[in-house]
């Protein structure tokens, strides 16, 4: 079974500043998707970025990118010029190729005015 | 564009009660899904579908039941409603490949007492 595992539970950082979630993933698959979903105190889930296993180059979506290190299953999110509309649950989720949806625990990120 | 909507969104229930969730969307999604989120925890699949007349368990499918009639919608009916259940209750729904996301309703915020 694919565990996602999420060790910062929660984090701080001042507006503007730029900040790394970190997130760790277990599979014997080698063909995979993972995403980072955000959930701000509205409770709604909004897709922040996906990367797919099978591209080496590390998926960017305007201030938000990430480092895809395959080979130690390694998925962060790197949030450059942070907001105060980033305030929000980080979950990193994992798609072995089957629409499941494996999500971790999360990140409650607090950007600082 | 609505989306994937549910209804309702905040419900107080006792033990023993019965009730449906609904979820419909509009976006012509074959897949469908139902996920729970206990308190500072990630989400968890309860059941999915993969289109109408078609529905399977996911994770935590213990005490819930589901059925799909219409690709539009996604009942999730509870029984006999026990403290466990207690959760906050998503659908969401998908294209039905890998690397495309999963759209989530607003959610239903559940207590049973």
């Known amino acids: 079974a694919q565990t996602v595992t999420q060790s910062q539970p929660e984090m701080s950082v001042q507006e503007a500043e730029t900040v790394t979630l970190s997130c760790t993933y277990d599979?014997?698959?080698?063909?995979?998707?993972l995403f980072w979903y955000k959930q701000p105190p509205s409770r709604q889930m909004i897709l922040v970025i996906r990367?797919?296993?099978?591209?080496?180059q590390n998926a960017t979506e305007n201030r938000f990118s990430v480092n895809f290190q395959k080979a130690a299953k390694s998925f962060s999110l790197k949030i450059s010029d942070s907001q105060l509309g980033d305030t929000a649950m980080y979950f990193c989720?994992?798609?072995?190729?089957?629409?499941?949806?494996?999500f971790g625990t999360g990140t409650r990120l607090t950007i600082i005015p | 564009n609505a989306g994937v909507t549910q209804t309702p969104k905040f419900r107080i229930l006792k033990i023993g009660q019965s009730m449906t969730l609904q979820c419909t969307q509009d976006?012509?999604?074959?897949?469908m899904y139902w996920y729970r989120q206990d308190p500072g925890m990630g989400l968890k699949l309860i059941y999915y579908?993969?289109?109408?007349?078609?529905?399977d368990k996911g994770e935590v499918p213990n005490g819930y039941n589901v059925s799909r009639s219409t690709t539009e919608d996604f009942p999730l009916r509870l029984e006999l409603a026990a403290p466990s259940q207690t959760s906050v209750y998503f659908c969401a729904s998908s294209y039905g490949l890998s690397n495309q996301p999963q759209h989530f309703g607003d959610g239903t915020r559940l207590s049973i007492l």
């Open positions: 989720a994992f798609n072995p190729g089957n629409e499941k949806l494996t």
């Open positions: 599979t014997s698959e080698n063909n995979y998707y």
């Open positions: 990367q797919e296993a099978y591209k080496q």
């Open positions: 579908s993969v289109g109408a007349g078609i529905t």
């Open positions: 976006m012509n999604h074959n897949y």
